[in-house]
């Protein structure tokens, strides 16, 4: 099952009040690539349910395009969930590189990526995946 969406927009405020600027996920990127990142249900690091074939930064934030797998009970799961429309969130795990504060809000410049979780409720309400008609 392919999927696709944002993980990261730029410059909107999470719910905890970080916002990541535009060129944040560069250099991890650089490094990595999307073979570097996994694909987790809920963050959770034994419930690998997939690969991400495509990680970009565009003039909206940070895109990704992967295969939900069915090698799991896991995985099947967040097929079965996602093709119902009851998951359709994305939220990153990531460490901070580089990060300023401005007022309440924390402004990441630069962000280790580690895993884009799919999550049932994304701490950027806008951080949103969808069923791709596209081949990955």
């Known amino acids: ?18 916002v990541v600027q535009a060129g944040a996920f560069a250099d991890s990127l650089a490094k990595t690539g999307a073979e570097g990142v996994r694909m987790l249900h809920g963050h959770d690091g034994r419930a690998v349910v997939g690969v991400w074939d495509a990680i970009a930064e565009d003039a909206r934030g940070l895109f990704v395009r992967g295969r939900i797998m069915d090698w799991s009970p896991e995985a099947r799961l967040a097929q079965a969930l996602s093709r119902a429309g009851a998951l359709d969130g ?11 504060r401005q007022g309440r809000l924390r402004v990441l410049s630069g ?3 580690w895993e884009v979780s799919l999550v049932t409720f ?3 309400p806008g951080a949103r995946f969808s069923l791709s008609r596209t081949p990955a």
Do not use: F
Request: proline share 3%.
């Open 90 to 100: 994305l939220s990153i795990g990531y460490r901070t590189a580089r990060a300023r």
């Open 111 to 113: 962000v280790d990526l």
């Open 122 to 124: 994304p701490m950027l």
């Open 1 to 18: 099952m392919v999927i696709q969406g944002y993980a990261s927009l730029w410059g909107a405020a999470d719910l905890n009040g970080d």
